[in-house]
């Protein structure tokens, strides 16, 4: 009886099972139905939007055609226009041209005279007639000791400028020798035609003007800046003299700039003054400060003043103490990483792609040009960086090959090659008494050379790659910006004195005041920084350090700053192509003003402070004038 009663149980239970079976067959039939009456339903509005989609773009394909030929058959009735009218100015004469200012482009115009082009032709370093035109000069500095020495540089004569130049000091076109042109005989001889020294005399003030440079200018990418793509074959040490070139340019407008000083304190604190927290709440800048410059103020002298291509508007809140005025164009190949004047002031130095040059300031010709050969030509090496020794004898070059070239500027030659850096190196700089030279490098270190032999004599490791370097004027100090936004002061035996911390971005730009109380700086965060250093009182020690003014007017990154020499301004390049001039005394921004069509690189005083050197992304180095009207 119980084994029947399991076995019907048994057959219950068996028929539950194909019962529950049968349910969940039934359902699995549904969905996979319904799975494939949603995936026809998707797949067929996915093809009917594909088809819609392919629609859209047939319209608008034919849409764009319309509309380039619409383009194109207007663009050719206004170069018809624009040869017609070209046509009708041809016949006018240079005169009528000057006078007129701008052709139907609206590029500005020069009067074209006939005569043949100067282009000046110098010898190789080295030779008799390089040689033969350089001459020895004393040039007094001051030794490490603080005694007075005396050395003599080098002098390369400049060329005269020839006669056949228009009223602007422009080269005329044309084929053939130049009369009064400087040339080389066979035998080393330097001649020189007797009207070239007419010629220059007729010159106007400042010297020629070169020719701006036109539309299809190069722009400066970021990344260019700071390519890591370095070259590092130093393979040769002999330097290549080219001939000047000059390239045409359109004028620059100058947007509005505004200024906005927020200081810390004033450039000469209170006697209880102590370290400054650069997080503190800074104090409201004054009303002449804050108030932005209007561009549209009338042209007046004391407001405004202005050249063919670049524009400068003076803050009409304050007196009017100095002026500015362009004195050289110097035209170049690449982007102007920077510039640099020598000890005696007569000489300008540059770096660009694959080539260091130097100019005269008097009269903005190109004397040389140091490049290293059998290097790749499809590799950028742009020099970084270029300094003078103090006696003038030797340029010293820092590159994207991670070495350090010291020219002998008489012979042309590499007198000694740096080799330590493991990045690109950024920055250099020379010790006043000519012992010491310090460069800095993306490879987070700043490193001390012994300049006569070349060696390296002390590391400065820091946290991340170092942008700029300076020596303190009496050589008893060393200053390193880095990308860790942060300035370091180390001592010339190595020992880290200060820290200087406020920026918020990387730092870019170093410089001493003349007295080495003071040091500006220059960062990604769009403002120039003014610190001052308590020195002992054998200005062998720092003390103390602080932030006594933040000076915020440039709309871009400040790349490049500079002190003048007698101490009264601060001076600011920035990569939204101004250039700004501050008062230290007040904190107030002075002078705005737009000379070049790319960011400014580089900024310098000559040793007088009576000229200031600026350079750009523009392919342009430009000298400055600077006159006291007070």
């Known amino acids: 009886m119980s084994n029947n009663a399991g076995m019907q149980k048994v057959h219950d239970l068996l028929d539950a099972i194909k019962t529950e079976y049968d349910t969940l067959s039934q359902q699995a039939s549904v969905l996979k139905n319904r799975k494939i009456d949603y995936e026809s339903s998707v797949i067929t509005s996915q093809i009917q939007e594909m088809q819609q989609i392919q629609h859209s773009l047939s319209e608008l394909e034919t849409q764009h055609k319309k509309m380039k030929e619409s383009y194109e058959e207007e663009i050719a009735s206004l170069k018809k226009k624009l040869e017609s009218k070209n046509n009708e100015t041809a016949g006018l004469s240079a005169a009528d041209q000057h006078l007129f200012g701008n052709d139907s482009t609206g590029q500005a115009t020069r009067p074209q005279l006939q005569a043949q082009p100067y282009k000046p032709v110098l010898s190789q370093p080295g030779t008799a007639a390089f040689q033969a035109s350089t001459q020895k000069q004393p040039v007094p500095y001051t030794a490490i000791d603080g005694s007075s020495a005396i050395q003599s540089i080098p002098t390369v004569q400049p060329l005269n400028h020839p006669q056949g130049v228009d009223s602007l000091g422009n080269p005329q076109p044309g084929q053939g020798t130049v009369p009064g042109a400087a040339t080389f005989s066979s035998g080393g001889a330097f001649q020189q035609d007797p009207s070239a020294a007419t010629a220059a005399a007729n010159l106007p003030p400042g010297g020629p003007m070169t020719q701006p440079v036109g ?7 970021q990344g260019a800046f ?8 130093p393979s040769s040490n002999n330097n290549v003299i080219t001939k000047l070139e000059q390239t045409p340019s359109t004028p620059a407008e100058v947007p509005a700039p505004s200024a906005h000083v927020a200081a810390v304190g004033n450039p000469v604190p209170p006697s209880n003054a102590a370290d400054v927290n650069p997080q503190q709440q800074q104090r409201q800048p004054s009303p002449a400060a804050s108030a932005p410059i209007d561009r549209r103020m009338s042209l007046d002298e004391r407001t405004k003043e202005s050249g063919q291509d670049w524009y400068a508007v003076y803050n009409e809140k304050m007196p009017k103490r100095m002026s500015i005025g362009l004195v050289h164009t110097l035209e170049h190949k690449s ?3 920077c510039v640099r004047f020598s000890a005696d ?6 770096g660009c792609n694959r080539a260091a040059e130097i100019f005269d300031v008097q009269t903005g010709q190109k004397l040389a040009t140091f490049e290293q050969e059998n290097t790749n030509p499809e590799t950028d090496l742009y020099i970084r960086s270029v300094a003078f020794s103090p006696d003038g004898k030797y340029l010293v070059t820092g ?3 991670r070495q350090i070239r010291m020219w002998d ?5 590499v007198k000694h090659v740096f080799v330590g850096h493991e990045q690109d190196i950024y920055s250099l700089d020379y010790s006043r008494d000519g012992r010491y030279i310090v460069s800095g490098s993306g490879d987070h270190t700043a490193r001390l050379w012994e300049a006569e032999t070349g060696k390296c004599v002390l590391t400065l490791a820091i946290e991340n790659g170092v942008t700029a370097v300076a020596f303190s004027p009496n050589n008893q100090f060393i200053a390193a910006g880095s990308l860790d936004q942060v300035i370091r002061v180390w001592s010339i035996t190595g020992t880290l ?5 406020g920026h918020r971005e990387s730092v870019y730009s170093i410089a001493f005041s003349a007295d080495g109380k003071y ?25 103390k350090a602080s932030a006594i003014s933040t000076y915020t007017g440039h709309s871009n990154f400040v790349l490049s700053v500079a002190i003048s020499p007698n101490g009264k301004w601060a001076v600011s390049g920035s990569k939204d192509r101004s250039v700004q001039f501050w008062n230290l005394k007040t904190d107030e921004l002075y002078l705005t003003f737009q000379g070049h069509k790319n960011s400014v690189i580089s900024v310098c005083f000559s040793p007088d402070g009576k000229l200031f050197a600026t350079g750009s992304g523009d392919l342009r180095a430009r000298i400055w004038s600077i006159e006291d009207t007070a």
Do not use: F, Q
Not at 497 to 501: P, Q
Not at 527 to 539: G, H, P, Q, S, V
């Open 215 to 221: 539309p299809g200018a190069a722009t400066v990418a």
């Open 226 to 233: 700071y390519n890591n793509n370095a070259n590092t074959n």
């Open 335 to 337: 982007v102007v990483c």
């Open 345 to 350: 002031g007569k000489y300008l130095a540059t």
């Open 399 to 401: 590159a994207e090959d």
């Open 409 to 413: 500027i008489a012979t042309g030659k």
């Open 497 to 501: 004195l200060k820290k200087l911390e």
């Open 519 to 543: 040091l500006a700086s220059g960062s990604l965060d769009k403002t120039m920084r003014l610190w001052e250093l308590k020195l002992d009182e054998n200005a062998k020690t720092c003390s």
